[in-house]
């Protein structure tokens, strides 16, 4: 049973009579496997919803469940892990090693150790080689990813994500990116963006959110075939993509789409061989 | 108000003169043997991956570092002589990363005037700088908002228009649009790039090129070293050089380069997705 929730909405109380509504009337489910990306403006409502799934604020309305049990129950203790946007800020151990085993040890795991090392190949961080670092010696794409470690070695079936490459250059970004994708064959992962561009490809589900309400749910694919409410809230599709939809729509025979500019420039060079 | 009065005579310019410098107990130099200079209405760009030394490069420029060899000069004057300090930082503004850090009033128009009170100017002089700060940077009638209602691209701006209020002959924006969103980050680059017509230098450190193809100048630090100093145009025109730099180019330019050497024309530079996808249904 997945990650779950159904008609959250949320208001943050401003002390006036009617506070701000955040979010409203949302519905996601994750599972195991998934990709799922949040995207939308600044203030539209993602980084709320975040929090809201982690269990981190109560919602005003509506319900979220883990694995069909309520978030911080014992039993889900660990399920569902946040990262913070630039989680390296929050380094405070010795060795990285000793920092990614804070939570395992928290949460009284037997070997935390054992499970900060599991974390840190997995985000593709040699255990023996960065273990023994200083968390603050890093560079930013290797620091971004021992920070994710430090949520992955809680054992996160759920993970939760706040622009997870922001400020980072594009070996970092690459490197993130790739960790995310092995994570999938152990976790469901959420990615909160303002820039999606880099997750579309191999996203299960999309979402838009526009001033705290759902614009577009779907996946990519469906997106691509109408982009007008994810335009609508703010949001743009990749150049790269748009080329694509411009050729499709001149009669290019285009199989898929993708932000990736040298496999589109391949499928593109293919198409217009076909065609003429 | 000790002002441009005491400038006179003096070359206009923010020199780095084979500038090396190492942080105490690091065992390796964060630059070495930089050399570059920004000038008015100059928009400089500097690039370079996390780690390559662009923020030791910012510190430098305003005084907040004094180089361990070579020398930086602002105006002719040298950020080591402990004098100059407060008359190099009345010249160089700065503006950082997150907008939420370098925001201090209550409503915009009491921040944008920190600074200017802070030289000691007098009043009415303030509330025209104000107005023209506020301007300058698209924000003309905010003057009596709140900052915590602002979007990040607004707060980003007012920062921008507090250093403005100074008067500052070079303003340093270390990766300005990292933190905001498309359209925040659309918004800060136009009021960044409207500096330049008010004779300001601009320093815009970016891990993006597309933000900065319009610049005069395209500065790659690697290692601590200025590996490229050249045009955003050769950077664009020539994706394997940039690559070995380490900048990432626009997705679109390399979809572009791709398909030109598979036999499409494409327009050269930066072309857009409708003029990509006229090439390609055309020739």
Redesign the interface.
């Known amino acids: 049973m997945p990650l779950l929730a159904e008609g959250l909405s949320y208001t943050y109380e401003t002390g006036r009579a009617s506070g701000v509504v955040a979010v409203r009337d949302v519905s996601v489910g994750v599972d195991v496997g998934d990709l799922v990306v949040i995207a939308g403006?600044?203030?539209s409502g993602k980084s709320t919803l975040l929090r809201l799934l982690a269990g981190l604020l109560v919602p005003t309305a509506g319900s979220v469940t883990v694995d069909g049990v309520a978030p911080g129950a014992r039993e889900t203790r660990g399920a569902v892990s946040i990262v913070f946007q630039n989680p390296e800020t929050q380094f405070f151990a010795e060795t990285l090693r000793a920092d990614v085993a804070f939570g395992p040890r928290n949460l009284g795991r037997p070997e935390p150790e054992a499970d900060a090392d599991r974390a840190l190949a997995a985000v593709n961080l040699d255990p023996s080689v960065y273990g023994p670092r200083s968390p603050f010696g890093l560079?930013?794409?290797e620091a971004r990813r021992g920070a994710i470690a430090g949520a992955l070695a809680m054992g996160a079936r759920y993970l939760l994500l706040d622009e997870p490459t922001?400020?980072?250059?594009?070996?970092?970004r690459r490197a993130v990116r790739a960790a995310l994708r092995a994570e999938r064959a152990r976790s469901g992962v959420v990615v909160v963006t303002?820039?999606p561009?880099e997750f579309l490809d191999g996203a299960s589900q999309v979402i838009a959110l526009a001033e705290g309400e759902v614009a577009f749910s779907g996946t990519a694919d469906a997106l691509y075939d109408d982009p007008s409410a994810y335009e609508g809230a703010?949001?743009?599709l990749?150049?790269?993509v748009?080329?694509q939809l411009?050729?499709r729509r001149?009669?290019?025979p285009l199989a898929r789409v993708t932000?990736?500019?040298?496999l589109?420039?391949?499928s593109?060079?293919a198409a217009?061989g076909e065609s003429l | 108000m000790r002002g441009p009065s005491s400038l006179q005579g003096r070359t206009h310019v923010v020199v780095f003169e084979n500038v090396g410098f190492r942080y105490p107990g690091a065992r390796t130099a964060a630059l070495e043997g930089v050399s570059v200079s920004v000038r008015p209405a100059e928009l400089v760009a500097l690039l370079g991956p996390n780690g390559s030394g662009k923020s030791t490069l910012v510190r430098l420029s305003n005084a907040l570092l004094s180089p361990t060899s070579g020398r930086v000069t602002v105006d002719g004057m040298d950020t080591a002589d402990e004098d100059a300090v407060w008359d190099i930082r009345e010249r160089v503004g700065f503006i950082q990363q997150n907008p939420e850090n370098q925001i201090v009033g209550t409503i915009a128009e009491e921040d944008v005037a920190f600074g200017p009170e802070n030289l000691g100017v007098a009043p009415a002089e303030i509330r025209v700088r104000v107005d023209e700060a506020l301007e300058a940077v698209g924000l003309a009638g905010f003057q009596r908002r709140e900052p915590h209602m602002l979007s990040e691209g607004q707060k980003q701006r007012l920062a921008i228009a507090g250093a403005l209020a100074m008067r500052p002959a070079y303003l340093v924006a270390d990766e300005p649009t990292a933190m905001l969103d498309p359209v925040g980050r659309a918004d800060v680059l136009r009021a960044l790039r409207g500096l330049r017509h008010q004779g300001v230098g601009v320093l815009h450190v970016t891990h993006h090129l597309e933000d900065v193809l319009d610049a005069d100048r395209v500065l790659v630090l690697a290692s601590g070293a200025i590996a490229f100093d050249g045009t955003p145009g050769e950077l664009v025109g020539d994706p394997e050089r940039a690559l070995g730099l380490g900048i990432e180019l626009p997705a679109e330019v390399l979809l572009a380069d791709a398909l030109r050497r598979g036999g499409v024309r494409v327009p050269a530079g930066h072309p857009s997705a409708e003029e990509i996808a006229e090439a390609l249904c055309l020739s």
């Open positions: 403006t600044t203030g560079s930013g794409g922001a400020g980072l250059d594009a070996d970092g303002h820039d561009a703010g949001l743009a990749p150049v790269v748009r080329v411009l050729a001149r009669g290019l932000v990736d500019p040298g589109a420039a391949r593109l060079l217009r």
